[in-house]
């Protein structure tokens, strides 16, 4: 029996691909936090017969994450698929004097991707097969703080992880998805008020996209036909541009942040 693990996997796009999997016949390694969302998501899971493995992990900390990475790595009990979704919405500054945001972004977001994705890279490879789906963003694309920092780097490691394993068996994937209609937002603090009904995308339908588009080898996958043609204008715009729009993006956020938090007061 095939088995997929999923960081992030009790809630938004990870809880999505969870449940997509064991839909196509997966047993399941759920990684997070929360070991009470972590049983509830897996009780869940088991109730469609599936097999499922919880593992409680900080990926903001490194000895957790070499602990996930053995697993991965374990052949006697192999991961067939492996999707890293862990992450949060940044809101520091790239100026502000305090990084500890900023450095666990790149913990979780960057560096445990980096570690987990060459851990299943090895031993799929000495498999001859397997897939790695690393959840990136189309804000990688522009150039809105810390967020868009980061997940640049996701995308662009996934597509020299890609090229490094050409050729393998194993396929790697980074999705890069735009607004999701998932609890994302609302934890990170972040109003979505001003963003126009039409751009937002269905968490299934994002992720049935992204296993359709693994399967067939797409490298870079960007669901929707709206936000592809989005992102081919962002590829071939002046990149002054780019910086332009992304800063009254950055500045619009925040006033409606500051709104937002002033009407709770």
Sequence with gaps: MATALVTGGTSGIGAAFATALAGRGFDLVLVARDVERLERSAERLRATGRTVEVISADLSDRSDVARLAARIEDQGSPIDVVVNNAGFGVHARLTDPDTSELDTAIEVMCRSVTTLSGAAA?????????????????????????????????????????????????????????????????????????????????????VADALRDAGRGVVVSIPSFRFKALMALVKFAPRASIRWISGRMSSSRRAANAAQSGAHR
């Design 122 to 206: 090895r031993a799929m490879r000495e498999r001859g097969r397997g897939t790695i789906i690393n959840v990136s963003s189309t804000a990688g694309y522009i150039t809105t703080g810390g967020y868009s920092a980061v997940k640049a780097f996701v995308t662009t490691y996934t597509e020299a992880l890609a090229v490094e394993l050409a050729g393998s068996g194993v396929r790697v994937t980074a999705l890069c998805p735009g607004w999701v209609r998932t609890e994302f937002h609302d934890r990170a603090g972040i109003s979505t008020r001003s963003i126009p009904s039409g751009l937002w995308i269905d968490v299934d339908r994002l």
